[in-house]
């Protein structure tokens, strides 16, 4: 049997058992509202005046709720208005609150007691109705988990503060400028981009800052140099150069980090200095247990400058990277596909000493570990997250050409919706290269093409799996479970942090916004996040597909996928969620909202028209 052919059955095999309904996980939503009422001074008003709901929850439509609240004065003195509500929680978490609006402006409290009238002692307010909107019905179990979560203000007071968020809000976090001045900057970028992409040497621009904290344009040269070739000034914004050196560079490992006597990828020592105190150290473990084949593992190897590898010399490849020549077969045959053994969703400590991502896990597999597609090159690239659609349906994430072969395609769609992704990728299997369908943990579901003819805004693709198969936390020594609350607007200096194949744990800054340029010399990718952690790269060659969250609160912020030079680039992930009609799972396996459609549907993401070119001043 061909080896293309094992990949056929396997994947058929594989589509049934994750489908299988005795590994879901059935857990309920925890859907109980907390209503702490905090320590209140005497003379605050909700020590003065009780809430009280007229009824419970009624229903006038299937989607459309509402319940009846008063204000009662429990004291003995006049209470003058205006007096107002503002509403916290219902204790359903498929309930929303419909904001009040009053002759055209938006309120977030109900006023309850007018301006002009006085709460007589012991009095009750006029009933004021207070609306919410569920996408489904409500089921008899929400009903009684309704527990209204509300506080007693005075409007001008909630008015004042939002005032003063709003004028917060303006301005970016840490920074001198506002966000439309930063968009602004952006605009202005892309304005100038073509024609900076036409001069010789520049690869590529992006929004950033200088020293001084103002807004600039950075520009990616293959020299030292060009940046005294070009206007110091365009449109108001200084230029500032990058020097990467080379192209941008898309592409997977090519074959397994060196591990003299089957070591860890990176030692305690080369960790610790990486981390240079930002991240947290490896903890040796005691010795644990591996699978028969797949040898012990102790700490002491690590990785070579520049993504160093076992195979034989490789051979430049089109697009920038490199391949490896075909690797003699491997004596015996191969043994037929069984069916792998389910372990449950919990988390389980990995089959080794932690700081390996490249070796093969129990299952379910921690994501930013090594992966590939089974009939691809010999070469591994990592496990961004674990997704769900709004039908409870189970997804990884990763790079297009990490699960859809599109890189060493060299533009030739050759993967197929079913492809069997495995873990470890084949470059990290313990006989390299080698095939084993007792490795596959998922099947490619989705993928958004590259386009080697217009602009690309996304590398990225999914996989079909089961929690059997896939866990949503890093190996111990990672960050653990990303937040399932993405982080969708980034800014310059931004702390982030990724667990990767390669690099494994590093800490870094969001140094550049709205990044242009082309990956591999001939593929243009635009909107990128640009990110370093000097003096060490974030990012390197095997870490493509790794999920980049916020430091220190796990909020998902891009997904990384090529690099050059010491700078690390990633696609925005909400653009990347929405393409695939997913959310970002956090362990909870809670669905997506009722209102994404179901994911696994192909289609192309279109990019932004490129303006006319400017004239140089």
């Known amino acids: ?194 024609l900076l992409m036409e001069h010789e040497g520049v690869v590529g621009t992006a929004t950033s800052e200088d020293d001084a904290g103002n807004l600039v344009i950075r520009i990616y040269t293959l020299r030292h140099g060009v ?23 898309a592409g997977p490992a090519i074959g397994g980090v060196i591990r003299p006597g089957g070591g860890a990828a990176i030692s305690l020592e080369t960790r610790q200095r990486r981390d240079h105190g930002l991240g947290r150290h490896i903890t040796l473990l005691p010795a644990v247990s591996t699978p028969p084949g797949q040898g012990s593992a102790p700490a002491g190897g690590s990785v070579p400058s520049g993504g160093g590898s076992t195979s034989p010399p490789s051979s430049p490849m089109p697009g920038g990277g490199v391949q490896s020549p075909p690797m003699p077969a491997q004596p015996g045959p191969t043994p037929p596909p069984q069916l792998p053994v389910p372990a449950p969703p919990a988390h389980q400590p990995s089959s080794g000493l932690p700081g390996d991502p490249t070796i093969r896990f129990d299952r379910p597999v921690p994501i930013g570990v090594s992966t590939f597609n089974i009939n691809d090159t010999c070469a591994s690239g990592t496990i961004g997250c674990r997704c769900i659609d709004s039908a409870g349906n189970v997804y990884g994430l990763s790079n297009n050409h990490v699960w859809a072969a599109m890189n060493s395609g060299a533009g ?75 982080f969708e607007s980034p800014y310059i200096g931004l702390e982030v942090q990724k667990y990767g194949r390669t690099t494994i744990y590093t800490r870094g800054r969001i140094i550049g916004l709205n990044a242009s340029a082309l990956v591999g010399g001939t593929t243009q990718f635009e909107n990128m996040i640009e990110i370093r952690n000097d003096p060490f790269d974030f990012g390197g060659p095997g870490d493509s597909g790794s999920l980049v969250v916020t430091f220190p609160d796990r909020r998902p912020v891009g997904l990384l996928f090529a690099g050059g030079g010491g700078t690390t680039l990633c696609n925005p992930i909400m653009p990347v969620l929405e393409r695939f009609n997913v959310i970002i799972d956090d362990g909870s396996l809670t669905p997506a909202p009722a209102i994404f459609p179901i994911s696994g549907r192909m289609g192309i993401a279109t990019g932004p028209v490129i303006p006319p070119l400017p004239v140089v001043p």
């Open 1 to 194: 049997m061909s080896k293309v052919h094992r990949a056929q059955v396997v994947a058929l095999v594989f589509a049934c058992l994750i489908q299988s309904p005795s590994w879901a996980d059935d857990a309920p939503l925890d859907n109980a509202a907390t209503n702490d009422d905090a320590a209140v001074q005497a003379d605050d008003l909700n020590a003065k005046i009780e809430i009280v709901v007229n009824g419970g929850l009624r229903s006038d439509r299937v989607t459309e709720h509402g319940v009846s609240i008063s204000l009662r004065n429990i004291t003995d003195e006049e209470i003058a208005g205006p007096i107002g509500v503002t509403i916290n929680g219902s204790g359903i978490e498929e309930l929303q609150l419909v904001i009040p609006e009053v002759d055209g402006v938006t309120k977030n409290y109900f006023e309850v007691v007018r301006e002009t009238a006085v709460l007589q002692p012991n009095q009750t307010s006029r009933p004021v109705r207070v609306e919410f909107r569920s996408t489904n019905a409500l089921t008899f179990l929400d009903r009684n988990n309704f527990a209204l979560d509300a506080k007693v203000v005075r409007p001008e007071e909630v008015e004042s503060e939002e005032v003063a968020a709003a004028a917060d809000a303006e301005m970016v976090p840490g920074k001198d400028y506002t966000w439309e001045e930063m968009y602004e900057a952006f605009a202005n970028q892309d304005k100038w981009t073509p």
């Open 227 to 249: 940046i005294q070739e070009l206007p110091g000034n365009l449109g108001g914004m200084d230029l500032q150069q990058e020097v990467v050196g080379g192209h941008f560079v």
């Open 412 to 486: 030739t769609d050759i993967a197929v919706i079913g492809d069997p992704i495995v873990q470890p990728g084949l470059g990290d299997h313990i006989l390299a290269c080698e095939l084993d369908f007792l490795d596959v943990i998922g099947l490619l579901a989705d993928y958004e093409p590259y386009d080697l003819f217009s602009v690309n805004v996304m590398d990225a693709a999914i996989m079909s799996t089961s929690p059997a198969f896939l866990q949503s936390e890093t190996p111990d020594d990672g960050y653990g479970s990303p937040s399932s609350s993405v």
